[in-house]
């Protein structure tokens, strides 16, 4: 089943196994595949996560330059990113993404509790694709 035979066996497997696995703290992914997804980052995205986070921010938005949605990716993470370039030691940032993965199930159990027919009818709310219904045109 392998398509290429003849590359698996002059490879050594001991050279593929990777000894000092290179995690990225918990960000989001901005590229039109994966937009949104935690952990499911292009490799550009993950330069530029690294450069950032490692002081380089002017390098971070070049690499991104090249992609339309580049931007989106610091837009999206920016506040992550922030707090893990203040960071002054590997533990430091594993607790700085630990804060943040508490944050988000915090958030997402109270989504679920969260009784969505419950409706307060005394807000006034406004749709803003409908004109208001006042002035001249509209009496």
Not at 38 to 61: H, N
Request: proline share 4%.
């Amino acid at each position: 089943n392998n398509r290429y035979p003849h590359l698996v066996s002059t490879q050594s497997t001991g050279r593929l196994k990777i000894g000092y696995p290179r995690l990225l703290p918990f960000l989001l992914a901005a590229n039109p595949v994966n937009y949104g997804k935690p952990w499911k980052l292009t490799c550009v995205e993950a330069f530029s996560a690294a450069y950032y986070i490692t002081g380089f921010r002017e390098q971070a938005e070049v690499v991104l330059s090249k992609f339309k949605w580049g931007k989106n990716f610091l837009d999206l993470n920016r506040e992550m990113l922030e707090v893990y370039a203040s960071c002054t030691s590997a533990g430091d940032v594993i607790a700085k993404q630990q804060m943040f993965l508490e944050q988000l199930e915090e958030e997402s159990r109270l989504r679920k509790t969260q009784d969505m027919t419950d409706i307060d009818m005394s807000v006034e709310v406004c749709n803003p694709n409908r004109a208001k219904r006042s002035g001249i045109f509209f009496r």
